[in-house]
């Protein structure tokens, strides 16, 4: 029962450099999203999807793009990363309605240097 | 716009003394307030949800009350074990699942 499967753990990226975040879950759950935790200001939603081929924006989207072709993957691809893009990153999923709760992954570490 | 305001920040207890940690909140309309667990390293851990004013959860140590402008996640007689960084979060519903806006949580470090 593996959950939401977040990879790499960590990452050091150039600035500027490309990347995709993965993120896989094997509940069949139809919502999925990507969040970044920064010291002092809690979990932020980045995008979001209600089910494969729909996606849309959270709090804080530039810099990110997301796409959902299966009901399983929610990659997330930083396009050009800037260091300001150093954060905690995480994916979770939900099941319909929400009401028991997200299921989070385990986190990216990403520094952009 | 959701907003949401964890006390204390940081809350230092010795093992079996109770507390409580506070989440306001302010919301233009229906949501559902979640409570998680984080551990260092890790994702949050879903604890709770609450929906109604007058709710109340329990789970092992931890019991969780909504009244329509807060929420207070009550610690009876903790364990070390339960250090850990608590967050709370309004949920939007959107389509077939929730929109979470999260406060900044309140460290807990519980101490023999």
């Known amino acids: 029962n593996a959950g939401v499967t977040q990879t790499p753990k960590f990452q050091v990226l150039k600035t500027g450099q490309s990347m995709t975040l993965q993120c896989a879950q094997d509940?069949?759950?139809?919502?999925m999203s990507w969040y970044r935790q920064d010291p002092g200001m809690g979990l932020r939603l980045i995008h979001y999807?209600?089910?494969?081929?729909?996606?849309d924006q959270g709090e804080v989207p530039n810099g990110y793009n997301v796409s959902r072709s299966t009901t399983e993957d929610f990659p997330l691809r930083l396009l050009s990363a800037a260091p300001s893009q150093t954060s905690v990153y995480f994916c979770?999923?939900?099941?319909?309605?929400?009401?028991?709760?997200?299921?989070f992954g385990s986190g990216t570490r990403l520094t952009v240097v | 716009e959701d907003q949401v305001t964890q006390s204390p920040e940081a809350l230092r207890l010795q093992e079996g003394e109770s507390s409580s940690l506070n989440c306001s909140y302010t919301v233009s309309g229906l949501r559902g307030l979640f409570w998680y667990r984080q551990d260092p390293g890790k994702g949050p851990e879903f604890l709770f949800t609450?929906?109604?004013a007058g709710e109340e959860k329990e789970k092992e140590r931890l019991k969780a009350t909504l009244t329509k402008k807060e929420s207070f996640l009550h610690i009876t007689a903790p364990k070390p074990e339960d250090s850990a960084t608590y967050l709370c979060?309004?949920?939007?519903?959107?389509?077939?699942?929730?929109?979470?806006?999260f406060g900044t949580g309140t460290q807990l470090k519980v101490e023999l």
């Open positions: 999807s209600v089910g494969a081929g729909i996606t």
């Open positions: 509940m069949n759950h139809e919502y």
């Open positions: 979060a309004l949920g939007e519903l959107t389509g077939g699942g929730n929109k979470l806006t």
């Open positions: 609450l929906y109604s």
């Open positions: 979770a999923s939900s099941p319909p309605r929400g009401g028991g709760g997200y299921t």
